[in-house]
């Protein structure tokens, strides 16, 4: 069965700072998806990104980073120099088929 | 552009009461999907569609019927209210049902169940 692990309950940092998200997954399909969204302290859900399976280039955008490796069935998420409008509840989700699991979220706090 | 539209955003409901909540969307996404959010758990997924006249249930189905009479919209019923049921609820769309779609989230319902 499909499992997602967000070890990392809440992070808190201070600005500037690096900060890495860690997702770990199981499944036994060998073509999945997996993706990472945003909830802001407004609610909304964003999507982020988007990794498939024979995929494993890290994806850098602006002060995004992912990295995706499915030897530890890992993809992990890196934000560098940190804002306080970082802040927010990140997911971790796989999908295989029409099911969507997701982990249990990472609350990211940044202070000033 | 509307997106993923839910109304209520806010609903109280006492145990029993009976309960529809809409979801509509303008993108002609043929996949859509309901999903409760509840605090330490991510989100689950309920019901999904993979298109009109279709649905199936996901992880946590009991306590809540779906149906699909048009591609727009996809309201999930809540026959019997349930304290358990109290939760945030959220409706997502995406293009396809296939796995490589990114879903459009809804800005979610907030329900209490007293």
């Known amino acids: 069965a499909q499992k997602v692990t967000q070890a990392q309950t809440e992070i808190s940092v201070v600005e500037k700072e690096d900060v890495t998200l860690d997702c770990v997954y199981e499944?036994?399909?060998?073509?999945?998806?997996l993706f990472w969204y945003k909830q802001p302290p407004s609610g909304e859900l964003v999507f982020l990104i988007r990794?498939?399976?024979?995929?494993?280039q890290n994806e850098i955008s602006g002060r995004y980073s992912w990295n995706f490796q499915k030897s530890t069935s890992s993809f992990n998420f890196t934000i560098t120099a940190s804002q306080v409008v970082d802040s927010a509840v990140y997911f971790c989700?796989?999908?295989?088929?029409?099911?969507?699991?997701f982990g249990a979220g990472t609350r990211l706090t940044v202070k000033p | 552009n509307a997106g993923v539209t839910q109304t209520p955003k806010f609903q109280v409901l006492k145990t029993g009461q009976s309960m529809t909540l809409q979801c509509a969307q303008d993108?002609?996404?043929?996949?859509m999907s309901w999903y409760r959010q509840d605090p330490g758990m991510g989100l689950r997924l309920i019901h999904y569609?993979?298109?009109?006249?279709?649905?199936d249930q996901g992880e946590v189905p009991n306590g809540y019927n779906v149906s699909r009479s048009t591609t727009e919209d996809f309201p999930l019923r809540l026959l019997s209210a349930a304290p358990s049921q109290t939760s945030v609820y959220f409706c997502?769309?995406?293009?396809?049902?296939?796995?490589?779609?990114?879903?459009?989230f809804g800005d979610g319902t907030r329900l209490s169940i007293l």
């Open positions: 569609s993979v298109g009109a006249g279709i649905t």
């Open positions: 499944t036994r399909d060998t073509t999945y998806y």
């Open positions: 990794r498939n399976s024979f995929d494993e």
């Open positions: 997502a769309s995406s293009y396809t049902g296939k796995s490589n779609q990114p879903q459009h």
């Open positions: 993108m002609n996404h043929e996949y």
């Open positions: 989700a796989l999908s295989d088929n029409n099911d969507m699991r």
